[in-house]
């Protein structure tokens, strides 16, 4: 099997990746009913920037998208990240979302560096697969509530989310709502870590336990919460702590299914994402 990260990547344009996806979205726009629609976090699960939340979207709904991670907040390839890098990478993120049953979602992420490496082949990315099942539903007086296991499978993944996580959305006025959300994280999970590529043989082997609090970046490890104001359901404002950093960003709704979005992560660096949903299962028309 081919190392994952050996050969340099080809220059990468994100303003090039992000135009073709808002192209696809424009072209996917016509014609489509409107759904339940939540916004979503860098790696496709809804949530605000960085951190999941507890909305449960309609089932049926299908999303995919595209997220930039900036090269100081970088998870793997960086020099603080990994002491094996000399290069100083941002990341593409790209995802899939599904909502498969009621209150049950497979989201799937694959994460590659920008620019060139100095490992010598080319692979495929950093995969991984998320579960997300709501425990309870919002109703007037609880928030829903959520849980997030990511499958242990994959080789040192960056994004493992296992997380459990509420949101409660109260209403300031007819067209503004604000979505709480607050969550746990592991900072423990169980994975293949110390598996290579090239010996890659069997998935049910090479587990340990790891503390992602040992890496200089890690993703969500402790408490966790955010706040998303949402203005007439086109747009909004979002302000996170993501159990390190306080980000803060902006987001439109485009067409009923297409979103994009930016933010400032620690005051510092700008990350930017977009997604397109898309509702599988058509309503049945009323006689």
Same mark, same amino acid.
């Given at each position: 099997?081919?190392?994952?990260?050996?050969?340099?990547?080809?220059?990468?344009?994100?303003?090039?990746?992000? $135009?073709?996806?808002?192209?696809?979205?424009? %072209?996917? @726009?016509?014609?489509?009913?409107?759904?339940?629609?939540?916004?979503?976090?860098?790696?496709?699960?809804?949530?605000?920037?960085?951190?999941? @939340?507890?909305?449960?979207?309609?089932?049926?709904?299908?999303? +995919?998208?595209?997220?930039?991670?900036?090269? @100081?907040?970088?998870?793997?390839?960086?020099? $603080?990240?990994?002491?094996?890098?000399?290069?100083?990478?941002?990341?593409?993120?790209?995802?899939?979302?599904?909502?498969? +049953?009621?209150?049950?979602?497979?989201?799937?992420?694959?994460?590659?560096?920008?620019?060139?490496? $100095?490992?010598?082949?080319?692979?495929?990315?950093?995969? $991984?697969?998320?579960?997300?099942?709501?425990?309870?539903?919002?109703?007037?007086?609880?928030? @829903?509530?959520?849980?997030?296991?990511?499958?242990?499978?994959?080789? *040192?993944?960056?994004?493992?989310? &296992?997380?459990?996580?509420?949101?409660?959305?109260?209403?300031?006025?007819?067209?503004?709502?604000?979505?709480?959300?607050?969550?746990?994280?592991?900072?423990?999970?169980?994975?293949?870590?110390?598996?290579?590529?090239?010996?890659?043989?069997?998935?049910?082997?090479?587990?340990?336990?790891?503390?992602?609090? *040992?890496?200089?970046?890690?993703?969500?490890?402790?408490?966790?919460?955010? %706040?998303?104001?949402?203005? &007439?359901?086109?747009?909004?404002?979002?302000?996170?702590?993501?159990? /390190?950093?306080? &980000?803060?960003?902006?987001?439109?709704?485009?067409?009923?299914?297409?979103?994009? /979005?930016?933010?400032?992560?620690?005051?510092?660096? %700008?990350?930017?994402?977009?997604?397109?949903?898309?509702?599988?299962?058509?309503?049945?028309?009323?006689?």
């Amino acid at each position: 099997m081919l190392n994952v990260y050996s050969k340099p990547f080809k220059a990468f344009s994100v303003l090039k990746a992000v $135009q073709k996806v808002f192209n696809i979205g424009i %072209v996917l @726009s016509l014609g489509l009913p409107g759904l339940a629609w939540a916004q979503v976090n860098i790696s496709g699960k809804p949530g605000l920037i960085y951190i999941p @939340s507890a909305e449960v979207v309609a089932d049926g709904t299908f999303s +995919f998208g595209y997220g930039f991670n900036p090269s @100081s907040y970088a998870f793997r390839f960086s020099p $603080q990240a990994n002491p094996l890098v000399t290069t100083r990478n941002s990341e593409s993120i790209a995802f899939v979302n599904l909502v498969v +049953f009621p209150r049950l979602e497979v989201n799937i992420n694959l994460l590659l560096p920008n620019g060139p490496i $100095q490992y010598s082949a080319k692979g495929i990315g950093d995969r $991984q697969i998320d579960i997300k099942y709501a425990l309870l539903t919002e109703k007037a007086k609880r928030p @829903s509530v959520a849980v997030i296991i990511s499958a242990p499978f994959g080789i *040192d993944n960056s994004l493992i989310t &296992n997380v459990v996580v509420a949101t409660k959305h109260v209403n300031i006025s007819k067209s503004i709502t604000t979505a709480f959300t607050l969550g746990m994280s592991s900072p423990y999970s169980l994975y293949r870590a110390e598996v290579k590529n090239d010996k890659d043989s069997d998935i049910f082997s090479g587990y340990t336990l790891k503390d992602k609090r *040992d890496k200089p970046n890690y993703y969500l490890a402790g408490p966790f919460g955010g %706040v998303n104001l949402n203005v &007439n359901k086109k747009g909004g404002f979002m302000v996170e702590w993501d159990s /390190q950093h306080v &980000n803060v960003g902006a987001y439109a709704l485009l067409f009923k299914h297409w979103t994009v /979005q930016a933010g400032l992560l620690n005051g510092d660096q %700008v990350t930017a994402s977009t997604s397109y949903a898309i509702p599988l299962l058509r309503k049945p028309k009323r006689p």
